[in-house]
């Protein structure tokens, strides 16, 4: 009965045994399993901040290159569509340059000129792209003198811009209204100061330290102001991370995983 009763007591204690070895493997194995989840999505998070910063890099440049093919561009609207052919519609163009903006152009200062948009009731615009910027330039500071006409002309904008200036127009009518000196050039407002501005703000800038003073510029200096930027946020999830209890604690076995 005693050599019973320890057999007994023996495969007891084995089981005991084997089930808290079961156990510590159980553990073992979910914290190996979520250790290489884990790894695998942090190699994923960083592959993946890797490729963001391609992209961004690759917009970056093709925002450049965009910039650069529409900087000799000049788009005219309320032009009749009167022409018959390539060469009448470059000729409309110069005249009314020429004519009621009373700027010297020729034919050969033309680079190209074409319509866009679709067909309607109203005469499409008229990307016009010309041989040089300073004649680009010398255009478009004429351009209040087509006021009173059913001509007008506008710079030639990418969509992505077309709509950062939509978005600073509020800003900009604001600042105006406060009394600042402010204009949209591009992508930004600009905050102009110096001989542009009021007495009462060159007297404030008169009374600044040197080492406050703005980094000046043919007498005037500015200030930019961008539109607010959209901020990405990561997108791996987080809750893989294993819990306190699943940690493995120091007599645990190694991980070979």
Known sequence: ME???KMMKEIQEELVEQKVEFQQMERNITTNINNNINNKFERMEIKYAELEKTVTKQEERLDMIEKQLRKKNLVFFGVEETEKNYEDLESNLVKIINDKMKVS?????????RRIGKRGDKPRPIVLTLTTTGKKIQILKRKKSLDGSTYYLKEDFPPKILNIRKELQEELKKKREEGTNAVLRYDKIIILEGKNSTMAKRQNNNKRNLSESPIEKSGSFSKQIQAHKKNKTAWIPSFFQP???????????PNNA
């Open 105 to 113: 152009c020729s034919l050969s200062e033309v680079e190209s000129a």
């Open 243 to 253: 819990k306190e209890s699943d940690r493995t604690p120091s007599n645990t076995l």
């Open 3 to 5: 050599e019973l009763t």
